[in-house]
């Protein structure tokens, strides 16, 4: 049998406290999920503890256990979004060009409809 793909965003995995992707997850009460260490920081300096996303507030501090499921998730992730090889990221002539790119150009992966600029 062959694994199941994900495809899933990057933001998915994404802490909303220290903005990096997620170590050590845990998921409280309202499904949202954080790095252990930040979020225990975050409830250490706060008030009350609520959600940092949604603000839901708990009456009592809840007793935080790390997601193992979730960690593994993203582990797999990790491993299969490393970055190719540095020449792969050049653009071809049929791909758009990241705009600020000083020496060879990169391939946008990005662009933004407002200011019509593209990102890498």
């Known amino acids: 049998m062959t694994e199941a793909q994900l495809f899933v965003s990057h933001d998915g995995f994404t802490c909303s406290?220290?903005?990096d992707t997620l170590t050590d997850p845990v998921t409280i009460l309202c499904?949202?999920?954080f790095c252990l260490k930040y979020l225990t920081n975050y409830w250490d300096q706060s008030q009350v503890c609520s959600c940092?996303?949604?603000r839901h507030t708990f009456t009592t501090r809840p007793e935080l256990s790390r997601n193992t499921l979730l960690n593994e998730v993203i582990k797999k992730f990790k491993k299969t979004t490393l970055s190719p090889p540095q020449s792969q990221n050049y653009a071809g002539p049929e791909?758009?060009?990241f705009d600020f790119c000083t020496g060879k150009k990169f391939?946008?992966?990005k662009s933004c409809l407002t200011c019509i600029a593209s990102y890498c």
């Open 52 to 54: 940092p996303q949604c």
């Open 95 to 97: 791909d758009v060009k």
């Open 107 to 109: 391939r946008a992966v």
């Open 31 to 33: 499904g949202h999920n």
């Open 17 to 19: 406290v220290c903005l």
